[in-house]
């Protein structure tokens, strides 16, 4: 059996692969696009922006029981919404809301076989509001709502919730230019200004943030929503 | 009779409701929310107050998970666009099981002695069953 990694090409999703295959598990690996090649990793493609990629995707397992799932796929959404595009709306709140519970759905049986956990990261945004993100927060929020009342009616599957800070992806990071642009501050000046709001004073490594959904797909025993955020947002 | 009471050029109402029929993410999730923001963008510059009242049956803790994703989507929005307004327009959102159960509040939001009050949830599901 394996653990599945939706967004296994993104800065979170490959640390999480590594992070697993350290621990000597055996990984599908789902994105857009096939990435690195490792032993103990098999790839899958496609788009999980629909239902219909979901059940896909699921139907590529075959009827492989799955000793975890972590959903680590996601988009930017960041912008003022006076000026935001609706397709950017609609595409945050399919693939950083609704995918989540299309998966949830499509994939129970083969975690209820196998008491493994599904474990979805949304963020610090899903617990308190940013500025100019709010395509974003909705999506986000609206997993954590999802999952604290799936959870509290179905014992079956564990449902767990990272809710990461600030971590140094690219996803990040571009996120930031763009947020530093609205500002008219130079990017560095911009991330001297977002370290000081986070206790800790640094980002995340992306293996951190890997380790922290890592260990909520494999405890036993393990909260529904981790915040994970230096500080900087505590629940 | 919320929206007319209270969607004027200054005090902006979003009323939506939490269906708990409903068992699918596009319905539940993406097509409310995708409202809400549309919603939202709609709403002026000029105005002092923004409220998004949700309209869902159950209490806190006993709604369906579709509900709650509503629910709690719309907060984010509410919160991002709290920051993202502050200064100009004040944001909140009310949650209550019946737009009767929400205009008192949605009316005292657009109080000038709520003017500290933004980004803050007002779930008054609890009380509104206990009084039915």
Known sequence: MAILVTGAGGGIGAAIVSELLDAGRDVIAQDLRIGDDAPGVHWITGDLSNAEGVAALASSLGNESLDAVIIAHGIDASGAIDGLDVTIIDRSLRINGASVIWLYEALRDRLSRTGGAFVAISSQAGLVGEPKLSAYCAAKFAVVGWAKATSAVSRDVPIRILCPGCTETELLLGGQRIRAEQRGVTFERHMSDLMAQIPVGRLAEPRQTAAAAVYLATADNAPTVLAATGGQVLY | ?132
């Open chain 2, 1 to 132: 009779m919320l929206q007319a009471l209270l969607s004027t050029s200054d005090d902006a109402v979003v009323v939506l409701t939490a269906d708990p029929g409903i068992a699918d993410a596009d319905q539940g999730l993406v097509a409310p929310l995708h409202e809400a923001m549309t919603r939202a963008q709609g709403i002026s510059p000029e105005a002092r107050t923004a409220t998004f009242v949700v309209i869902a049956g159950a209490s806190p803790g006993h709604e369906s998970p579709f509900t709650a994703a509503c629910v709690e989507g719309v907060r984010g929005i509410a919160q991002s666009l709290a920051l993202e307004w502050a200064g100009r327009t004040r944001v909140n959102v009310v949650i209550a099981p019946t737009q009767a159960a929400a205009e008192p509040t949605c009316a005292w939001l657009t109080d000038q002695r709520a003017g500290f009050v933004t980004g803050s949830t007002f779930d008054l599901r609890v009380d509104a069953w206990r009084s039915l």
